[in-house]
């Protein structure tokens, strides 16, 4: 069992930046691959970003390639999502989940295990 608890999201103007934060509980965390997702309002959840178990494989939505950095530490069980230079677009909420399968690519919400709560993230014009 694992639980995610996300943080950092808040209101920032476009350009502007902020850290996502998902903590996670349990001694296994170092064994599951993240995911960020995002939900708009009407909107389907989306992929944003994931990381390998060891940090050694990542992929990003093309939506947020070169603007966004998904990093992992596995001595703090946590997962990071830095946001640079953020778009109105970018505005959702913010999910982080966890999944243990070595087929999956990470890249779909069904090859999830485990999902946190949301964090709120909302870019002004």
């Known amino acids: 069992q694992v639980q995610l608890v996300e943080s950092g999201g808040g209101l920032v103007q476009a350009g502007g930046s902020l850290r996502l934060s998902c903590a996670a509980s349990?001694?296994?965390?170092?064994?599951?691959?993240m995911g960020w997702f995002r939900q708009a309002p009407g909107k389907e959840r989306e992929f944003v970003a994931r990381?390998?178990?060891?940090?050694?494989?990542?992929y990003y939505a093309d939506s947020v390639k070169g603007r966004f950095t998904i990093s992992r530490d596995n001595a703090k069980n946590t997962v990071y999502l830095q946001m640079n230079s953020l778009k109105p677009e970018d505005t959702a909420v913010y999910y982080c989940a966890a999944h243990s399968s070595s087929q999956a690519m990470g890249l779909m919400t069904y090859e999830y295990d485990y999902w946190g709560q949301g964090t709120q993230v909302t870019v002004s014009s």
């Open positions: 990381i390998s178990w060891s940090g050694g494989s990542i």
């Open positions: 349990g001694r296994t965390f170092w064994s599951y691959a």
